[in-house]
């Protein structure tokens, strides 16, 4: 089982950035892909980035492509999701999560078995 924590969330205008941070421990090495999955007030979690910890592939949500940008720190065990011109509808709770997968499945939450605790991002317009 992976442990993950997730920080780095808080209040920023819109066009402003942010980098969430997705601390893992516990069995890492079955880490095989790790996402972020977003839940807005009366919405359903819906699924933002990826990657795939062995041979780097990413995805990301149509919504948030070219201004958000996944990464990871293999040394720490740590992911990263730094978010650039943020827009008041990015407002959600935020989640890391970690999984296998591959390709569009990837993209699914039902492709992940450990969850973090959720991190809330605000934009303010």
């Known amino acids: 089982q992976v442990q993950l924590v997730e920080s780095g969330g808080g209040l920023v205008q819109a066009g402003g950035s942010l980098r969430l941070s997705c601390a893992a421990s516990g069995r890492t090495f079955s880490t095989y892909v790790m996402g972020w999955f977003r839940q807005a007030p009366g919405k359903e979690r819906e699924f933002v980035a990826a990657f795939k910890w062995n041979d780097g592939n990413t995805y990301y949500a149509d919504s948030v492509n070219g201004r958000f940008t996944i990464a990871r720190d293999n040394a720490k065990n740590t992911g990263y999701l730094q978010m650039n011109s943020l827009k008041p509808e990015d407002t959600a709770v935020y989640y890391c999560?970690?999984?296998?997968?591959?390709?569009?499945?990837?993209?699914?939450?039902?492709?992940?078995?450990?969850w973090g605790q959720g991190t809330q991002v605000t934009v303010s317009s």
């Open positions: 999560a970690v999984g296998a997968c591959s390709g569009y499945r990837c993209k699914g939450d039902t492709s992940y078995n450990s």
